[in-house]
């Protein structure tokens, strides 16, 4: 999981798409935050280390 940390999948990404990495990732640790439910940044960085 270490591999699949936010900052290891934005460095893996094309610079095309990590503009849209950051903007998704602050949206969903601000849900988590307000939820207290961690699935969906599980979810979403594991859509993301797909595209990495």
Same mark, same amino acid.
């Given at each position: 999981m270490a591999d699949e940390a936010p !900052? $290891?999948?934005?460095a893996a990404l094309l610079p095309e798409d990590v503009?849209?990495?950051?903007?998704?990732? !602050? $949206?969903?640790?601000a849900e988590a935050t307000e939820t207290?439910?961690?699935?969906?940044?599980?979810?979403?960085?594991?859509?993301?280390?797909c595209v990495a």
């Amino acid at each position: 999981m270490a591999d699949e940390a936010p !900052r $290891a999948i934005r460095a893996a990404l094309l610079p095309e798409d990590v503009e849209d990495f950051d903007r998704g990732y !602050r $949206a969903v640790i601000a849900e988590a935050t307000e939820t207290l439910d961690l699935m969906p940044v599980t979810a979403f960085l594991e859509r993301w280390w797909c595209v990495a």
